[in-house]
């Protein structure tokens, strides 16, 4: 179909320049994804068994398992986990995305992002807040409880609030706005999040629910400063989707980390992972710990890098620099500038203020990965090592270049074009 890989690239670029997302629901998991039936759960990364997962994604599923009421102790639920009896799917294999362990079980609420040029769907769990949750390992009885109240009362209110609105939430209008506020969408989401809570409150205000909940759902998201990192986590994956049904290219559609092993994909290899051992993020840390607690790198959030934000604009929001202990202004910029190197063009949807009005980092081209060397800045939180124990930090670090050359050599067996 196509002549030239820079062709099928361009036709790629131009399905996500030409995206339109939009937030139309919070659903149950299971209610959109058929494989959630039994004792399933969904996990971050390419595909990985519970014996590999590092100690975070299987605090994770001890939790998800005692939501669930699978089991009704941690030491059950380890029985049953050792014993092999839950299945495992990655979230990308079901339209899905997670956060760190990314673990999502049947009955935990999702976001529903839809792209409505392509005609396709993405799905996240939402966003916990901070200190003990469930993504970053933690699986006492005050985290079951939260995902509880998110099941039962902010999942159902923000669906009823969704249905109010004409066509959904325009998250194109929404990112836009976000960007020209200082967010980077991976550790800095609190303008997005504020113009979320702006947008849906009057839907809030308006539908159906008993007044209590109505103030426990407004005043959760008035707390919850990261809460639209998992709307743009489904809006990533949805737009990015839309983009490798051309399947000629080298643009990369996806990249993620289970703790193992990250993982890639580019849009001419459909969805067959390139992955190679994650690195451990470099960054600062909360009080009473350090580098030695840091996990290995975990979460399908690099989705936001694949589509361009994250470390890709930290020009964007440069006081996340010092957040995650790279640095101020210059090293923001350096950062972004270096990105450039290897993507194919800029998303002039989303342009960034502090770059002189440049749009976005557009098309990380597999190619200029293995040319320059140069490798993806992640922003990312850091999980401690342990189970149950939580979020000790946050810092950037580097996909692995082996990634960017697998997927190349690949591509060279399988495609003519030059």
Same mark, same amino acid.
């Given at each position: 179909? /196509? $002549?030239?890989?820079?062709?099928?690239?361009? +036709?790629?670029?131009?399905?996500?320049?030409?995206? +339109?997302?939009?937030?139309?629901?919070?659903?149950?998991? =299971?209610?959109?994804?058929?494989? !959630?039936?039994?004792?399933?759960?969904?996990?971050?990364?390419?595909?990985?068994?519970?014996?590999?997962?590092?100690?975070?994604?299987?605090?994770?599923?001890?939790?998800?398992?005692?939501?669930?009421?699978?089991?009704?102790?941690?030491?059950?639920?380890?029985?049953?986990?050792? *014993?092999?009896?839950?299945?495992?799917?990655?979230?990308?294999?079901?339209?899905?995305?997670?956060?760190?362990?990314?673990?999502?079980? *049947?009955?935990?609420?999702?976001?529903?992002?839809?792209?409505?040029?392509?005609?396709?769907? +993405? /799905?996240?769990?939402?966003?916990?807040?901070?200190? $003990?949750?469930?993504?970053?390992?933690? /699986?006492?009885?005050?985290?079951?409880?939260?995902?509880?109240?998110?099941?039962?009362?902010?999942?159902?209110? !923000?669906?009823?609030?969704?249905?109010?609105?004409?066509?959904?939430?325009?998250?194109?209008?929404?990112?836009?706005?976000?960007?020209?506020?200082?967010?980077?969408?991976?550790?800095?989401?609190?303008? #997005?999040?504020?113009?979320?809570? =702006?947008?849906?409150?009057? &839907?809030?205000?308006?539908?159906?629910?008993?007044?209590?909940?109505?103030?426990?759902?407004?005043?959760?998201?008035?707390?919850?400063?990261? @809460?639209?990192?998992?709307?743009?986590? +489904?809006?990533?994956?949805?737009?990015?989707?839309?983009?490798?049904?051309?399947?000629?290219?080298?643009?990369?559609?996806?990249?993620?980390?289970?703790?193992?092993? &990250?993982?890639?994909?580019?849009?001419?290899?459909?969805?067959?992972? @390139?992955?190679?051992?994650?690195?451990?993020?470099? %960054?600062?840390?909360?009080?009473? /710990?350090?580098?030695?607690?840091?996990?290995?790198?975990?979460?399908?959030?690099?989705?936001?890098?694949?589509?361009?934000?994250?470390?890709?604009?930290?020009?964007?929001?440069?006081?996340?620099?010092?957040?995650?202990?790279?640095?101020?202004?210059?090293?923001?910029?350096?950062?972004?500038?270096?990105?450039?190197?290897?993507?194919?063009?800029?998303?002039?949807? &989303?342009?960034?203020?502090?770059?002189? &009005?440049?749009?976005?980092?557009?098309?990380?081209?597999?190619?200029?990965?293995?040319?320059?060397?140069?490798?993806?800045?992640?922003?990312? %939180?850091?999980?401690?090592? $342990? #189970?149950?124990?939580?979020?000790?930090?946050?810092?950037?670090?580097? #996909?692995? !270049?082996?990634?960017?050359?697998?997927?190349?050599?690949?591509?060279?067996?399988?495609?003519?074009?030059?």
């Amino acid at each position: 179909m /196509y $002549k030239t890989i820079d062709e099928a690239n361009k +036709a790629v670029l131009s399905k996500i320049i030409g995206s +339109a997302p939009f937030l139309v629901d919070v659903v149950p998991a =299971k209610t959109v994804i058929d494989e !959630l039936n039994g004792k399933v759960l969904l996990h971050a990364g390419p595909p990985i068994k519970y014996e590999e997962m590092t100690g975070p994604m299987q605090g994770s599923c001890v939790g998800a398992i005692l939501f669930e009421g699978w089991a009704q102790t941690e030491e059950e639920a380890f029985v049953m986990l050792k *014993a092999g009896e839950i299945q495992f799917i990655p979230c990308h294999h079901v339209n899905a995305v997670g956060p760190m362990g990314g673990i999502t079980s *049947a009955n935990m609420p999702v976001l529903v992002v839809e792209n409505r040029s392509e005609g396709n769907r +993405a /799905y996240c769990t939402m966003n916990e807040g901070i200190g $003990k949750v469930l993504r970053f390992g933690a /699986y006492s009885e005050e985290v079951v409880t939260r995902l509880k109240w998110m099941r039962d009362v902010l999942g159902p209110v !923000l669906s009823k609030a969704l249905k109010l609105t004409e066509e959904g939430l325009n998250l194109n209008v929404m990112i836009a706005k976000a960007v020209t506020m200082g967010d980077e969408f991976h550790q800095r989401n609190i303008a #997005a999040s504020l113009i979320f809570l =702006k947008e849906v409150s009057p &839907f809030i205000l308006q539908a159906d629910v008993d007044e209590k909940k109505r103030l426990e759902v407004i005043q959760f998201l008035a707390n919850t400063d990261q @809460f639209f990192l998992n709307v743009a986590m +489904a809006t990533c994956k949805a737009i990015l989707d839309g983009a490798r049904t051309i399947q000629e290219g080298t643009v990369v559609t996806a990249m993620t980390r289970n703790g193992k092993e &990250f993982g890639i994909r580019i849009s001419g290899m459909g969805d067959e992972w @390139f992955t190679a051992p994650v690195n451990t993020p470099q %960054g600062l840390f909360f009080t009473g /710990y350090s580098q030695e607690d840091a996990n290995p790198d975990i979460g399908d959030s690099a989705i936001t890098e694949a589509f361009g934000v994250g470390g890709m604009a930290m020009i964007a929001a440069p006081g996340v620099t010092r957040f995650v202990g790279a640095g101020g202004f210059d090293s923001a910029l350096n950062t972004s500038n270096e990105m450039m190197e290897i993507c194919i063009d800029q998303n002039s949807n &989303f342009t960034v203020p502090t770059w002189d &009005f440049q749009g976005i980092c557009l098309g990380i081209d597999a190619r200029k990965v293995v040319e320059t060397s140069i490798t993806p800045v992640i922003n990312t %939180g850091i999980a401690h090592k $342990k #189970a149950g124990v939580g979020q000790v930090g946050a810092g950037t670090v580097r #996909a692995p !270049l082996a990634c960017f050359e697998k997927a190349i050599e690949a591509y060279a067996k399988k495609h003519v074009l030059i």
